[in-house]
Structures are given as C-alpha cells and as structure tokens.
C-alpha cells in the first residue's frame, strides 16, 4: 500500500494569506460550544479540575488530529476522501464518513443559527422579557415565541424556516465565490466575536459580585470529580472535538486550500490554543456575570444555570439587560453568537463541498452551482428542526453524533498509525506478526473499555487489558520472521508517512508519531465504551423513548453502512490516483465519491 505522492494542484483555490487561513480556521473551531458548553462543563465537573483532562485532551489528542488532518491536506491537496484513500483505496469511507457527520451536523447548526437570528431580531421588540433579572421569563419567551416549542405537535414554526433559509444563504454567500473571499470575510466574521469577547469580559469583570463567579470557575478545584466521575474524560474529549472542529473534514478541507510548504504543525498548534483561549476567556466573562446575578438574587453562584440554551437565551441576556443600554447589549450578545455560528457554517459546508469538487462529476463544474445545490438540500433536511418538536430531534441526532465523533477518530488515527505503510512492515518483519502486534494494541483497549465500564470496577479492566496486550505482543515477537526488529514493528510505518510528508510540510515532532500510533487509538476506543456505559441515550420520558432510540440507532448505524461500504467494492487504481473502471462493484457510487 504505497504511499502515493501528489504533485502541487494547478488552479486549486488557494487563500490570500496565511493570516487568512489561521482566522478561517479559528472561526471554523470558535463556536457556540466555546461559550455555552465549555463554562457549563466547568460548573459540572469540579471548577478549575476540569482544566486537568480538558489540557491533557488538547495536547495529547487535539492538536495531533488537528494536524493530522491539516498536514495531510496540505500533503496530497484534497478533501477527506482522497486523504485516507490515498493510505488505502478502501479507506475513502472514512472520509464519506466524516464528513457526511459534518453535513448532518451543519443541519442542525442552522437552526441554532436561526434561533439567534431570530432573538436577536424579537430583541427590538419593547416586550421582549429580558428584562427578567433571573431569566426565567426571558427563556420561557425563548421555548415558546423563539423555538416554539410544544410537546407532541407536529407543527412548523415558519418564523425559524424563514431565518434557517437566510443561515444557509448567508453561509452560501460566503464560500461560493472561492476561499479567497472566505479569508477577507473572516476578518469580521472573527475579528469582530474576538473584541466583543474582550468588551464582555471587561464589563463582567467590573460588575459587584462578578469576583464570586470568577472564583467558583478557577478558584475551586475539586479533583474528586476526575476519579468519581468517569464522564469527565469522556466529555472533555468530546468538547475537543466539537470545539477545534475535528473528524468532519473541514480542517482537511482548509488545509488543501494552503501551499504545499505551509508550517501545518506551527500553525495547527496556533489555531487550537487560540480556540482554547476563546473558552478559557469566555468562561470568565459567564463567570463573572452569574456572579453579579447571584449577588443581586442573593444566591450562590452554583444555584445559578450556566449550560445550555438557558444560559446564552436567557440568564445572559437578562444581566445584560440589567446594564446601562441594556438592551444594546442584548443585541450585540446575539448578534456576536450569530457571526460564532455562521464561521462554524460555512467551514463546515466548505469540507463537503471540496469532497464533492474532488470527485469525477462534479470536478469541472463551477463552485457556486456545486454550493448552492447542496446548501437546498441542507435547507431540506434543516426543516426537520424547524417544527415545534425540533428540539427533541436535534438532541437525538446531537447525542449520537458523538459516537461518531470518536468513531471517526479512531478510524483516521488507525488508517495514519496502523494501516498506512503496513506493507513495508509486512516485509520487514512478517504478516503473522504486524496482525498479531495490531490485534494486541487495538483489541486490548476494548476488552479493558468492556471490563472497565460493563462491571463498573477499575481492577479487572485493567488486568484484562495488560494480559491481553502481553499474550498477543508476546506472540508478535515469537512470530516475527528472521531479520526483523521491533522498531520497524513499533514504529516503521509512521516513521515512513513522517519522513515522507516531513521535507513538504515541515516540521513533525516524533512524539507525534508515537500519539498518534500508541497512543490516541487505544484512549478514544476506551471512551467510546466509555460514553456507551453512560446509559444516556435519551433525554426525554414517556412515548418518546423507544421512537428516540431507533432513530439514534437508525442514524449511527448507516453512518457505519456508508464508512465501510466502500470496502465491498474492488477498484483498480492507477498510479496517479485517479479511478480507472471499476469491476466488481457500483460504477454510479463510485463516479459520485471517487476522485
């Protein structure tokens, strides 16, 4: 499975600048999860001690997959699918999967869009309920006049079709034209979030009581929640994901869009710690808001709501208002979320349209026809969340799409650490011995993950884990062929893809290599049993219950059809990577996703 090498790609879209490209990708990864699901973890998961598995997941996880996925596009200048084919002709089902969970995301990031849109224009409306010092009222108004929600109707809420339809063609609007033009834009789709961040913070920072808030979020660390509560590493993980914008394409997508010789691991480290410092700062200026509030309402701060939609539609707004011009800075509040939701948008949407650009149909045909009929059948799928029942939809969907956030983890770290450059070890050290090494690195994390999590006890998972591991490495060693070594068994395949992509793209730590093979499969298999023990497959009581867990069956395992689909197919590849005739297999599927 040779690693095949791309010339640069003449007339590929490029960005103006390499300022250009760190803004569209820091807006891409800065969005709602920054401001309202970031602090919200921190009030749930022992203050300050959530910063302990939060920083461990962006070091050790984070930025390696965000290069990874940056590097690589850069390297062979095209989307997911023609990435991880690129490894092995059967693996273009990662990226059909990956960025298929982005587009079904995207679907329902509109809508939140759309509630925001929609807010901030009800907000120029003298009865708006702001005005409520606790907010109770202001996210009553939110259910019932913004989403419209009811329980058990089947109504659309045609206020949020009409605002849905304004999201998808403002976010048409700004890729149709070409990234240059995406670049200029997020001078203002970015720029402008970031100040107002300051201004928020400054302004929470000055308010009485705003010091009670500020200590309850870096002052009180309890390190209890990270033995007692093993969720936490599930969900910091999980907002490393969300929050940098990994496993749906979209970075591999920006990364294509740059020249071939870009720092992609300076600049991979640039955009994640900005987009942790987005969180970081935004978690003080919630803090120090809710801390007026208690003050006001003579409460503790831990009394007060901090996650979710109650925070950004109604607790924030109502101490905004509360401010001199305050409902100036309501405005400028939605208005703000707005511009953090449509950056997300449109990154999102650019992933699926340069796999869709990529592939034979569609190469020669222009960038806003391609845009604007995928951006209607988003607006057709949106629809499903616009009725006065979408919020139990888009918690449906929302909630699997974890699974698949990991999944889709595992697979590229696999497809980079273990699949790429096999058949050199294969050669090196024998076949019998690199499966045998494989199945005892990724067979033991799910044997312990099953343990661990399945008898809720520590000791037996971990004794799993390190029998099975020594039983089947020992058999690797005892079954590798004459010559061979453990270095090429442990590392030769990375170290390969390292030293190939290195003198192109820049510099690559070697502990890269090493987290990447050893490390980061094994931890995301182990969360994935992880979340699967957590029981919380629904959110909702009564009739709703068993319809909500078929149709998040129903949704996760056609994403598992369509990633491993590709591998019924037998396709003859010549050496430039470009599809010959296919036998054996479905000529229209793979005209449409092959490049």
Known sequence: MPLKYEEEVDGRERFGSRISFILAAVGSAVGFGNVWRFPALCASYGGGAFFVPYLLALFLIGIPILFLEIGLGQF?????????????????????????????????????????????????????????????????????????????STGMVWANVAYAALCWFITFLCIAFGVKVTG???????????????????????????????????GIWDFSV?????????????????????TFGTMTAYGSHCPRTEP??????????????????????VFGAMGYLAGQQDLDVTDIKFG?????????????????????????????LFLLGIDSAFSILEAVIIVLKDTVWLKDTEKWKVTLATSVV???????????????????????????????GIFETGAAGWICGMDKQIEAVGAKSVYLFGLANLGAPILGGVLWFGLKSVWPGFVGYILFYVIFAAGAHFSMESGGCWNDLLMKNIL??????????????????VLIKHFIPQVLIILFANLLASGKFFTYSGTY????????????????????????????????????????CWPLFHRCLCP
């Open 226 to 246: 990270l033995t007692k509560t093993p969720a936490v590493w599930s969900e910091a993980v999980t907002q490393i994901f969300f929050s940098i914008g990994i």
């Open 264 to 285: 992609a691991f300076l600049n991979s480290t640039i955009i994640a710690i900005s987009n942790s410092m987005f969180s970081f700062l935004s978690g003080f200026a």
């Open 308 to 336: 979710g939609f109650g925070l950004v539609f109604g607790t924030w707004p109502s101490v905004l208002a509360t401010l001199p011009g305050g409902s100036h800075w309501v405005r400028l509040l939605f208005f703000d």
């Open 378 to 408: 988003g607006f057709i799928c949106t629809l499903l969340y616009c009725s006065d029942v979408g919020l139990i939809w888009l918690d449906t969907v929302d909630w699997y799409i974890n699974f698949l956030l990991l999944l889709v």
């Open 76 to 152: 062979f200048q095209t989307g997911d699918v023609g990435v991880f084919g690129s490894f092995n002709k059967r693996f273009r089902g990662v990226g059909i999967i990956s960025v298929t969970a982005g587009f079904i995301l995207l679907t329902y990031y509109q809508v939140l869009i759309a509630w925001t849109l929609n807010s901030f224009f009800k907000s120029w409306d003298a009865n708006a309920p702001w005005d409520d010092p606790i907010g109770k009222d202001a996210y009553g108004y939110f259910e019932s006049e913004v989403m419209g929600f009811q329980p058990g």
């Open 545 to 584: 219950i068993v319809f909500l867990i078929n149709l998040g069956v129903y949704f996760f395992s056609h994403f598992l059809i369509i990633s491993f689909l590709h591998r019924l197919c037998c396709v003859a590849l010549s050496d430039s990577g470009t599809i010959n005739y296919p036998v054996h």
């Open 496 to 513: 390969d893809l390292k030293n190939k992509i290195e003198p192109t793209i820049g510099y690559i730590p070697i502990m890269w290599c």
């Open 184 to 218: 200029q834009l997020t001078y203002f789709t970015m720029g402008f979030p970031i100040l107002m961040l300051f201004i928020f913070l400054g302004r929470g920072a000055s308010l009485e009581g705003s010091s009670d808030g500020i200590k309850q979020y870096i």
